[in-house]
């Protein structure tokens, strides 16, 4: 059973920085390309940034381009996403997915129970 | 960047009753969008994809539907567990983009 676990989130203050991870676990890791997904409270989805799983291909959401870096350590089944400068609008709860399959892009087909960031003074 | 508009933003239905909900990319996306249900407090699930292959696990009573720009989730006889939030996404080009989704509640 395809298992994803975040955690990492917390509350941080306007321009500070965060390290999310995700634990995988369920599936052949290496082989699966992998996306962060935030969702504010009470609001919808927004797609925050994908990774192939070799981790030559990156993609990021215009709205956090040059903040935010995606990563994974293939050997750890790990997924990470470093948030930096974060700011008050960066406030959700952040999910890992899963990317279906070898298409880009491509659906995501499971994803974790999320965790949350909060961005405070 | 791909918007896609969903309607109604709100639905109430009964039991039993049938549920017709839609999704418009602003653009041609070909058969590139999936539907995903969320329960409150929980993460999303995968219903539809390709426009109208159901997920692994999903019960026949959802189908997908679509021409040309507008696609269509149908729930065919409503299950209790069915009153949630549907969202629908399109995977043919960067960025990945979602609906706003559509609230599916009790009457």
């Known amino acids: 059973e395809v298992h994803l676990v975040e955690s990492g989130g917390g509350l941080v203050q306007p321009g500070g920085s965060l390290r999310l991870s995700c634990a995988a676990s369920g599936f052949n890791f290496n082989s699966y390309s992998m996306n962060w997904v935030r969702q504010a409270p009470g609001k919808g989805l927004e797609w925050v940034s994908y990774?192939?799983?070799?981790?030559?291909?990156?993609y990021y959401a215009d709205s956090v381009k040059g903040r935010f870096t995606v990563s994974r350590d293939n050997a750890q089944n790990s997924l990470y996403l470093h948030m930096h400068s974060l700011r008050l609008d960066d406030v959700a709860v952040y999910f890992c997915?899963?990317?279906?399959?070898?298409?880009?892009?491509?659906?995501?087909?499971?994803w974790g129970q999320g965790t949350l960031v909060t961005v405070s003074s | 960047e791909i918007v896609l508009t969903q309607s109604p933003a709100t639905l109430s239905l009964s039991p039993g009753e049938r549920a017709t909900l839609s999704c418009r990319a602003s653009q041609t996306i070909s058969s590139h969008l999936a539907w995903y249900q969320q329960r409150p407090g929980q993460a999303p699930r995968l219903l539809i994809y390709d426009a109208s292959n159901r997920a692994t696990g999903i019960p026949a009573r959802f189908s997908g539907s679509w021409s040309g720009t507008d696609f269509t989730l149908t729930i065919s006889s409503l299950e209790p567990e069915d009153f949630a939030v549907y969202y629908c996404q399109q995977r043919h080009n960067w960025p990945l983009t979602f609906g706003q989704g559509t609230r599916l509640g009790i009457k």
């Open positions: 997915a899963r990317a279906a399959g070898p298409t880009v892009p491509e659906t995501i087909d499971y």
């Open positions: 990774i192939s799983s070799s981790s030559i291909s990156l």
